[in-house]
Every structure is written in C-alpha cells, then in structure tokens.
C-alpha cells in the first residue's frame, strides 16, 4: 500500500460533509463513494454522492467480501466498497473516507496504518440546531441521529486525532496540516527504505 488512507469522521451534523468538499478542493485526495441502501435526496447523483443499491444488492456484497466497512446506521446499510480504494492506494494516491464512527472503528481495526480524524461538534446543542437548520432530516430522523452520536462522541478516543469543527476556515486548516504531517512522515519513512536498498 503506497497511498494513505484518511478517514473522516463524526457524528452526523459535525460538518464533516463541508469539511470534505474544503479538503478535496485544496488537496489531493480521492473520496471514496459509498454504497448505501438509504434513498437518493434532491441534489443527489447516483454514482457520484453514493452508489445507490437495494438491501438485497448490498447484502450480496458483504457477501462477497466487496466491503472494506460498512454499518447501519439509522435503518440503512453505509458501506466503503474495498476495490477501488485498493486500487488507489496501491497505486499511490492518497484516499479519503467520509463514514460514521462504527465504518470508522473498523477500517482502523483492518487497516491499523490508516488515519483517522474525528470531528468534534462545538456542543450538543450547536449539533442539534445545524441539523435541524441544514432541513436534510426529518424530526424523527433527527433525534435518530442524535441518539447515534451519544455513542459516537464516546469513540473519539480511539481516533488518530480529534479536532473540533467550532470553526470552518480553522477547522480545515487544522485537518490539512494534519494531513501535511502524516505525508511528511510517510516521506521520511519511503526516503530511510530507499536509502537501504
Ligand atoms: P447521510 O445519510 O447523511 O448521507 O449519511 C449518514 C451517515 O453515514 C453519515 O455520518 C456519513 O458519514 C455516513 N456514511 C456515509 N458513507 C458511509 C460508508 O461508506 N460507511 C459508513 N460506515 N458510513 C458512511
């Protein structure tokens, strides 16, 4: 495996989806597309946000052995298909991951070189009110999702690193000198591996 593997995580409404697009547009990083089993929103493209596939297509793939990760998360299947972040990584290009803690907590345990990052909400209240304000969820998946984080929030823990995402601008600085440092170090490591040979 040449490339690294970030992963980007948090409980829903911690930003992590705008943090992703920052991220993707000054760094070069490839997001991974999910598979899920939820139905495509407005705005959504199949292919492009998520590959939308049915329960039964997305059990044959765990089936399979096509997943590197995947949760349900609030009555969906969310799942990282393994090929082609595989292929990207072998190929050298560093990869981003934008999943929940349980996707985030296995990916770690398959892949203990991989990088994560949780984001941390400014508070509880300030979470709830940026879902209710986004308007994506209804009230019932709202207080779903709320009820996930309590969980959520106690993994933190076992993150590479946890930065809070009070501030946009600062927050993806933060992340991108993260991202800088762990490239630096893999640098260090391919030059000392070279200088062997
Ligand atoms: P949403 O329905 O808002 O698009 O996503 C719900 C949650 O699923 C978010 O926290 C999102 O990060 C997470 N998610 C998206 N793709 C994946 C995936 O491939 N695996 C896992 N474990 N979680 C995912």
């Not at 139905?39 to 793939?61: A, C, K, L, N, Q």
């Amino acid at each position: 495996m040449k490339g690294i593997l970030f992963v980007l995580s948090g409980p829903s409404g911690t930003g992590k989806g705008t943090v992703c697009e920052r991220l993707l547009e000054k760094e070069p990083l490839h997001l991974s597309v999910s598979a899920t089993t939820r139905d495509i929103r407005e705005g959504e493209t199949d292919g492009v946000t998520y590959h939308y596939v049915s329960v039964p297509e997305f059990e044959g793939m765990i089936k399979n052995g096509e997943m590197l990760e995947y949760a349900s998360y609030n009555g969906n299947y969310y799942g990282t298909p393994k090929k082609s972040v595989a292929d990207l990584l072998d190929t050298g290009h560093d990869v981003l991951l934008e999943i929940e803690p349980q996707g985030a907590l296995q990916v770690k345990s398959i892949i203990p070189e991989a990088v994560l990052v949780f984001l941390v909400p400014p508070s509880m209240q300030e979470l709830k009110n940026r879902l209710i304000t986004r308007g994506r969820e209804n009230s019932d998946e709202i207080k779903e999702r709320l009820a996930a984080s309590q969980w959520e929030l106690r993994q933190a823990d076992k993150y590479n690193k946890q930065i809070v995402n009070d501030d946009l601008d600062r927050c993806v600085n933060e992340v991108r000198a993260y991202i800088a440092e762990k490239r630096g170090e893999r640098n260090m490591i391919e030059a000392l591996i070279n200088e062997k040979v």
